[in-house]
């Protein structure tokens, strides 16, 4: 039976992605380096999906509160900036790719379907995300955070 569709869109973070641990290590990364406590897991778990400066400011705030610390308008840049540098650094270090990803791909491409990434990550981190797990080959568009005007 043929398919009525001809392309199929993925998200990456969540999806095809455990990103949680790297994520969590480069958030708590930042904070630590700010004298802020560092948030458990499955708290960061809560604050993904609506991109990076929404994670930052929800981890912010949590930390501020719990630490009862407030961070300048200066100081929150420089927090926003080492939490980029640091997932730059370690977008793969522990994250996997959810079981039977590689192989449900490989069989959806094998079908003819043409597959897309389509994220909020950083545009610059989709690559290399999709090749650290050999996957990059499967995908005919990637679509990140900054692919297309806002």
């Known amino acids: ?17 455990n990103s949680l641990p790297d994520l ?9 380096e700010f ?15 609506n991109g990076a400066d929404i994670l930052i400011s929800l981890a ?3 930390a501020e509160k719990q630490s009862g610390k407030t961070l300048t308008d200066s100081e929150i840049v420089k927090l926003k900036a080492r939490f980029g540098d640091v997932y730059g650094e370690n977008l793969c270090n522990v ?34 995300v999709l090749q650290a797990f050999g996957i990059d080959h499967l995908f005919s568009e990637m679509l990140g955070g900054q692919s297309l005007p806002a």
Do not use: C
Request: neutral net charge; glycine residues 6%; hydrophobic residues 45%.
């Open 35 to 49: 004298d802020l406590p560092q948030a458990p897991e499955n708290l960061v778990l809560t604050w993904i999906g």
């Open 1 to 17: 039976m043929a398919s009525q569709f001809k392309l199929i869109g993925f998200d990456l973070d969540g999806t095809l992605v």
């Open 60 to 62: 912010l705030s949590w």
């Open 24 to 32: 969590a290590l480069s958030v708590n990364t930042a904070l630590s």
């Open 95 to 128: 994250s996997r790719l959810f079981p039977n990803v590689k192989e449900t791909l490989e069989q959806l491409k094998a079908q003819g379907l043409i597959l897309a990434v389509v994220t909020n990550k950083p545009t610059r981190h989709v690559l290399p």
